[in-house]
């Protein structure tokens, strides 16, 4: 979706009385060599008007959700996105994740501009479980999703959502030569296809709403099938299969659009057949561009065959962010006198978040009497109630919320019996009662009736004060007959999850010292002495690894077998030039190496009883071998000292990289960690990861991919500045041998971003061979006397790299 009125938010902020932290200068676009970005300063999540339970970027504006996916076992929720501002400007495709649809993580930005080709504006998403595709390159299954305007452009991930690249370099597979899009793409089982939707300003020639229709078998191969025509069908269409009354043997398909207008009917392989033209509303939230309910879009592949809802809220705004998404809400079809109704119900895990709970009994509720609610004060709670409506005389009933001793509420949810309205909508009685279910947050309120059939999504900035947290049941005009309700209050959902940090030890982390924040790097760490950032797991024999990147800290490093408060041992790079192993009062061994600020280094600790033997830089022997029994299991963690440093693949697995044997490693430029799938390099210019092990004449050789970017290479014969030979992949569609100054030769052949090769090199003398995959022939065979012998490495050029299973022979 498109948004025009990008100084709405920051106008309603200043109204307010609100001070935006953002500035209002125009948002800027990525860069490859750091994709992905986490350009999020820390929060508590605890600002006001921020929901407690309902997702809201971390900083930053969001508008239409965007690719909703459940894959590999978490569910993924993209968003149409300014990171930059408050207002709508140069959209990114945001991103979090959740195990339960209730408990979000910010994650670093998925779909960037310059990163990624194309206009990033709104589209959906798929899990291609059966590799329709072909993009599988791992264990996980590919994430495909689609964007861009007048026409259609693919992207996938292969490692869950962390890094995406552009199909085909982002070129359009799909051409629609009038104003179009939102694509939006589901699987149709009884025709074996992929079908998608895409919003477009054209009927038979004339500007006019509705969506082209498509199909394909494999998700990159499109066929125009057909066009669903309708004027009230403008942008981010949704076209999902579901059971009517629950019944998997009778479904149904529905169509719908940004404003919550749908209809039912029937998809026969190429055409989508209405029961009925008018379209039905959903959900009776203020359904514009910015509103309270707009652009909602459905779940790909959720258990158990879910249908899983979430909408853009617009008029929630804070202090650092613009907009919120609903509470995630299942849908439902069900039979009634007019025809197949949808029906939305909040999904069940919301009960995670519950406690407190009061139950209030059956009453009347005399006009000027008695509140049923008195004495319960709460901030984000739910309220279930049924009210007999049948038996009850009063024309008003209502529900004040976030009530203050002078009887105001911030907002008052009124059923009116003479009009049958809820809100001053119409809702359904079941047997002449009113069922009723209330989620209030602090900057968004959910209403749900009549088994859901009654949906109303508002933003409404309540007071959190602790005397504006009343709740009062009224009756005006007579007695309202309550037949009960309940009460639960409802925690907070933010912060159990990690945003950047990469590790197998699980999300649940304590900052014990020190200041700990969210990084592109990974988990930052700040301290005045030593700071301990602790993890839940334990351990006491085995391997503990990760990557720690120095700025201002005089060290840091890896904690393992320490108690709650990070009593244990600690093995950290320290810049007064050594690796050391220390525990409370004793440094028990170092090695003097050189250590300098602003430098990353890889530690790895392997242990067995009292023995403890410390790796650095992936070499091969331990710098440190050295026995200690003090500690024989605790906590494993991570360590800052004097300053800041940022920690990264924090593991207790064996893998890393797979390389020959050597010394150590070291890098000339660019930033280079050791994560479980081998050695990533970053780097804007040319950079080089060299080892200590040199050669003349070898075989050298080892998988190589370009993540995002332009090339990575096989470094040899090279002096420590990296300058020698490098044999290259370049994603611009070539392998090529370079030494500085000349290219020495090309090969012409597609390099993906994403994929894997196999690189060889043979150096006999002069004679240099390069060779691509298996195959039996070498891509280059030439010959350079330059370099006659010097040390092997790894090279990575404007992007984001990994290198893995490094061979000489």
């Not at 930005?109 to 998403?125: C, K």
């Not at 452009?153 to 370099?169: E, L, P, W």
């Not at 304590?510 to 700990?516: D, I, L, R, T």
Request: glycine share 14%.
């Amino acid at each position: 979706m498109r948004v025009r009125r990008r100084a709405q938010a920051l106008v309603i902020a200043l109204v307010l009385g609100l001070s935006p932290v953002l500035s209002a200068a125009p948002a800027s676009a990525g860069e490859v060599w750091n994709y992905p970005e986490f350009p999020y300063q820390p929060t508590t999540y605890t600002e006001p008007y921020r929901g407690q339970f309902h997702f809201s970027s971390q900083q930053g504006w969001m508008n239409d959700p965007n690719g909703l996916v459940y894959a590999n076992g978490e569910y993924h929720f993209f968003y149409q996105h300014n990171p930059h501002g408050l207002a709508w400007d140069t959209m990114h495709w945001g991103h979090a994740t959740s195990p339960d649809l209730v408990h979000w993580t910010q994650k670093p930005i998925a779909l960037e501009p310059d990163v990624h080709p194309g206009t990033l504006f709104s589209g959906g998403g798929v899990v291609d479980k059966d590799n329709t595709s072909g993009l599988r390159t791992g264990s996980d299954d590919p994430i495909v999703v689609f964007a861009n305007t007048d026409g259609v452009s693919v992207y996938y991930s292969n490692d869950n959502g962390r890094t995406f690249q552009a199909y085909d370099k982002g070129r359009k597979r799909i051409d629609i030569p009038v104003q179009s899009r939102d694509p939006k793409v589901t699987w149709d089982a009884a025709h074996k296809q992929w079908v998608m939707v895409v919003w477009s300003e054209n009927d038979g020639g004339n500007h006019g709403n509705g969506v082209e229709i498509y199909t394909s078998p494999n998700l990159l191969d499109w066929t125009h099938a057909g066009r669903y025509s309708a004027d009230w069908l403008f942008e981010c269409p949704d076209l999902f299969q579901i059971p009517v009354d629950g019944d998997p043997n009778r479904k149904k398909w529905v169509l719908t659009t940004a404003s919550g207008k749908y209809v039912v009917g029937d998809f026969d392989g190429t055409g989508f057949h209405a029961d009925d033209a008018d379209p039905q509303l959903m959900d009776f939230g203020s359904n514009y561009a910015g509103g309270t309910f707009y652009a909602a879009q459905t779940f790909n592949n959720a258990p158990e065959g879910r249908i899983v809802q979430m909408a853009w809220q617009g008029g929630n705004v804070g202090s650092t962010w613009t907009g919120n998404a609903s509470f995630p809400a299942e849908l439902g079809l069900v039979s009634t006198p007019e025809g197949p109704r949808i029906t939305r119900t909040p999904v069940d895990a919301l009960s995670s978040l519950a406690s407190g709970r009061k139950e209030v009994k059956k009453q009347s509720v005399k006009e000027g009497g008695a509140n049923p609610f008195k004495g319960i004060q709460a901030d984000t709670y739910e309220i279930s109630a049924t009210v007999d409506v049948a038996r009850s005389t009063a024309q008003r009933i209502a529900f004040g919320l976030h009530v203050r001793s002078d009887g105001t509420a911030d907002r008052t949810v009124v059923y009116d019996k003479a009009a049958g309205t809820l809100d001053g909508h119409p809702v359904g009685l079941e047997n002449g009662k009113l069922d009723l279910r209330l989620l209030v947050d602090r900057g968004q309120l959910e209403v749900f009736a009549n088994g859901g059939q009654y949906s109303l999504s508002d933003n409404v900035n309540f007071d959190s004060a602790a005397g504006s947290q009343g709740i009062r049941l009224y009756a005006q005009g007579g007695t309202a007959k309550l037949d009960g309700a309940v009460f639960r209050r409802l925690n907070s959902s933010w912060g159990t999850g990690r945003s950047t940090l990469e590790t197998d030890l699980g999300d649940r982390w304590n900052a014990v010292s020190g200041s700990w924040t969210d990084v592109s790097g990974g988990k930052q760490g700040r301290g005045s002495g030593n700071g301990f950032y602790l993890s839940t797991r334990t351990g006491g024999d085995g391997t503990y690894q990760g990557d720690v990147s120095l700025d201002t800290a005089q060290a840091a490093g890896l904690t393992f077998r320490a108690d709650d408060k990070g009593a244990g041992y600690t093995v950290n790079v320290d810049t007064e030039g050594k690796v050391k192993l220390w525990r409370p009062g004793r440094d028990i061994a170092t090695y003097d190496t050189p250590i300098a600020a602003g430098s990353t280094h890889h530690l790895k600790v392997t242990t067995e009883g009292s023995r403890i033997r410390v790796f650095l830089d992936n070499g091969t022997d331990p710098v440190i071998d050295a026995t200690d029994d003090t500690y024989a299991g605790g906590r494993y963690g991570a360590n800052v000292f004097n300053g800041t440093a940022t920690l990264q693949n924090l593991d207790t697995g064996g893998a890393g990289l797979d390389a020959f044997p050597t010394a150590k490693w070291a890098p000339t430029a660019g930033t280079w960690t050791t994560a479980t799938d081998g050695l990533h390099g970053s780097s804007t210019g040319d950079g080089f990861y060299l080892s200590e092990r040199t050669g003349d004449d070898f075989t050298y050789e080892g998988g190589l991919s370009v993540t995002n970017g332009t090339a990575t290479g096989l470094t040899f014969r090279a002096n420590d500045k990296g300058e020698g030979y490098t044999a290259t992949l370049d994603t611009s569609g070539q392998v090529k041998l370079w030494r500085p100054g000349k290219d020495l030769a090309t090969h012409d052949t597609p390099v993906a971003e994403g994929r894997t090769y196999h690189v060889k090199v043979r150096a006999e003398g002069d004679r240099i061979r390069v060779w691509l995959g298996d195959d039996a022939t070498p891509v280059i065979d030439t010959t350079d006397g330059t370099y006659r012998s010097g040390r092997f490495g790894v090279n990575a050029y404007h992007g984001n790299i990994v290198a893995q299973h490094l061979r000489i022979g």
